[in-house]
């Protein structure tokens, strides 16, 4: 926060288990059971997890398979994208009434602005609990809500008590809230850099707010500077309700490294999954597909193909994937890393727009 200004009132919501809380509010017979949301096929992937599923360890890009192994008894359900649209399109009218700085991340989730708003109400804390008694009468769902002034403590509040719950993380409270988390629930800090961060002795804010700027630049590139200001409880992005996104993308860093074009293919599927799904929910399509591979020595080499017309269907966008990927093999090192980005983007619709990466 630049001195002299008074603090930001950022708010935080997240639809609580988005997509299967949607399914169990349709279908009553689905309520208490552990429902995942996605295929059930060999090669099927959750796209999301209610939470009696996550308490057997399932999670969304999960395989299928892995997810039946950890639950039995586990329902799946067809995901119905134009409904999950609709009601996210509901929850942000809702929004606008206390706000027009909204800055949605995917249909489950969105940043909001109060520091002015709309009805004179003045106290973030008194909104979001306006906002999610409002969600729940009128979508019969649940939401969590961070309060905080800045994007970054906001997320942390939202996630401190989940599901159904708000959290206020004031500015007297920033700093030491931060130093005690492990920097993996750092926001931004995805498991290849949490790993990366722990192998330099980089367990928790305190420990990355006792590093350097030179040394965090040196280490992470860019991101460098972000890492030492959050450690702080300090991050300057404003809520950008006119950001658009150029590409939507995602990524995972492999435990053991792949060898095999198949075994290559099945960690692909649930990368494909997340990026598509985000397709599908939003009405976005794209044109140019950029497969992004990182081997074990650290050498990475990126793909592109480019469509004539934008990739309507997922089949569309796998074929796209394995035609950049099949020509990669043999490796010559294994795999560490793969990603699969799509971009030449259409015109989706703003409201679900944002310029961050997916993550899986």
């Known amino acids: 926060?630049?001195?002299?200004?008074?603090?930001?009132?950022?708010?935080?919501?997240?639809?609580?288990?988005?997509?299967?809380?949607?399914?169990?509010?349709?279908?009553?017979?689905?309520?208490?059971?552990?429902?995942?949301?996605?295929?059930?096929?060999?090669?099927?992937?959750?796209?999301?997890?209610?939470?009696?599923?996550r308490k057997f360890g399932v999670h969304s890009a999960m395989p299928s398979v892995t997810a039946r192994r950890r639950c039995p008894e586990l329902v799946f359900v067809p995901p119905r994208?134009?409904?999950?649209?609709?009601v996210s399109l509901q929850v942000r009218g809702i929004f606008a009434e206390y706000t027009p700085l909204i800055e949605p991340l995917s249909l489950d989730e969105a940043y909001l602005d109060v520091t002015e708003d709309l009805q004179g109400i003045g106290v973030a804390t008194e909104i979001a609990q306006r906002i999610r008694a409002r969600i729940r009468v009128e979508t019969g769902l649940t939401a969590s809500?961070?309060?905080?002034?800045?994007?970054?403590?906001?997320?942390?509040?939202?996630?401190?008590?989940?599901?159904?719950?708000?959290?206020?993380?004031t500015p007297r409270m920033g700093p030491a809230f931060v130093e005690t988390l492990p920097v993996g629930q750092f926001h931004g800090v995805g498991p290849a850099t949490s790993g990366r961060m722990n192998q330099l002795e980089i367990h928790t804010g305190l420990d990355l707010r006792a590093q350097s700027l030179p040394f965090l630049q040196q280490h992470f590139g860019k991101a460098g500077a972000y890492y030492y200001?959050?450690?702080?409880?300090?991050?300057?992005?404003?809520?950008?309700?006119?950001?658009?996104?150029?590409?939507?993308?995602?990524?995972?860093?492999?435990?053991?490294?792949?060898?095999?074009?198949?075994?290559?293919?099945?960690?692909?599927?649930?990368?494909?999954?997340?990026?598509?799904?985000?397709?599908?929910?939003?009405?976005?399509?794209g044109r140019t597909v950029t497969l992004?591979?990182?081997y074990a020595d650290f050498n990475q080499a990126t793909r592109s193909r480019t469509a004539a017309a934008p990739i309507s269907s997922r089949p569309e966008f796998e074929r796209a994937s394995f035609a950049l990927l099949e020509p990669l093999f043999p490796v010559p090192k294994g795999i560490r890393l793969l990603g699969v980005t799509l971009s030449m983007l259409n015109d989706a619709p703003k409201a679900a727009e944002a310029q961050l990466r997916l993550s899986v």
């Open 1 to 53: 926060m630049a001195e002299g200004l008074r603090p930001r009132k950022i708010i935080h919501i997240d639809m609580d288990a988005f997509y299967a809380s949607v399914e169990q509010r349709d279908h009553p017979d689905l309520r208490g059971l552990p429902v995942a949301v996605g295929g059930s096929r060999e090669r099927g992937v959750v796209a999301a997890a209610s939470y009696e599923a």
């Open 81 to 86: 994208f134009d409904v999950y649209k609709a």
């Open 145 to 169: 809500a961070g309060v905080s002034y800045n994007k970054f403590l906001a997320k942390l509040a939202s996630e401190y008590r989940k599901p159904d719950g708000l959290f206020v993380i």
């Open 229 to 285: 200001w959050i450690a702080r409880g300090i991050d300057e992005r404003p809520v950008r309700p006119d950001r658009i996104r150029k590409s939507v993308g995602a990524e995972n860093t492999f435990a053991a490294d792949l060898a095999t074009l198949d075994e290559a293919w099945t960690a692909l599927q649930p990368i494909i999954e997340k990026v598509w799904r985000y397709c599908d929910g939003t009405g976005t399509r």
């Open 292 to 294: 992004k591979v990182k």
